[in-house]
């Protein structure tokens, strides 16, 4: 499956770093997003670009900072991160419809993030 | 607030028959999705229910109830390569997407 992907796929960096993760979707898809996934916790929502615009962030420390350059990359820059941060960080992608029912998110395979 | 119940964990045997329940409280519902995700991979779409009734595709089948905000997932004639963490979520509105915790399932020989 290479509908989404994602680079690196395997990260590791100190807290005083700067990184940036790194989404591609080769869908067609007008809409990408950001998720967290921790262990034993629910996917969270970090941040939603719909046409290349931020439409959602969800309360997400500034240590994070999303970039949408168009509509088939997605960037993640990571700097100053606490070890709490240390999780699977998954990137999505969808085409949004004029209405109705929800529309479905791919998701690529994540990258694996360790703050030491 | 958002609610989403799913149980953490489940097994099964290879060959038999797996419901996985989700229960959700949520308002603006648009819809209700389940994934499939391998350890270390990407979760992957199986379905999605937005009326009320049954949908089914193949060995696996989701029902919905709106009324009773409760969802499952029915997987038929297990295989070993169903052992994998099965997301629920349901969406808001705008298609923003809630998951719950998922279950992992473990089939056995």
């Known amino acids: 499956e290479t509908g989404v992907t994602q680079t690196p796929r395997h990260l590791v960096m100190g807290m005083t770093n700067k990184k940036s993760l790194k989404c591609e979707q080769h869908l067609g898809h007008n809409a990408m997003y950001w998720y967290k996934q921790s262990a034993k916790k629910p996917l969270e929502l970090m941040f939603v670009y719909s046409l290349e615009e931020r439409v959602e962030n969800n309360s997400v420390p500034s240590r994070f900072s999303p970039e949408c350059p168009n509509s088939s990359h997605l960037f993640l820059h990571l700097h100053t991160l606490q070890p709490e941060d240390s999780a699977l960080y998954l990137c999505?992608?969808?085409?949004?419809?004029?209405?109705?029912?929800?529309?479905?998110?791919?998701f690529g395979p994540g990258t694996r993030l360790t703050v030491l | 607030g958002q609610n989403i119940d799913q149980p953490t964990e489940m097994t099964a045997t290879e060959g038999a028959i797996v419901q996985i329940n989700c229960t959700y409280q949520?308002?603006?519902?648009?819809?209700l999705f389940w994934y499939q995700q391998h350890a270390g991979e990407a979760p992957t779409f199986l379905s999605y229910n937005v009326l009320d009734g049954l949908e089914e595709k193949g060995r696996f089948s989701s029902f919905l109830s709106r009324s009773k905000g409760y969802s499952y997932l029915l997987l038929k004639e297990l295989q070993m390569k169903d052992s994998a963490s099965y997301l629920c979520a349901v969406t808001q509105n705008t298609d923003k997407l809630i998951f719950g915790t998922g279950t992992r399932l473990q089939v056995f020989p």
């Open positions: 949520t308002s603006g519902f648009n819809g």
């Open positions: 999505a992608s969808s085409q949004e419809g004029a209405g109705g029912q929800a529309d479905t998110q791919y």
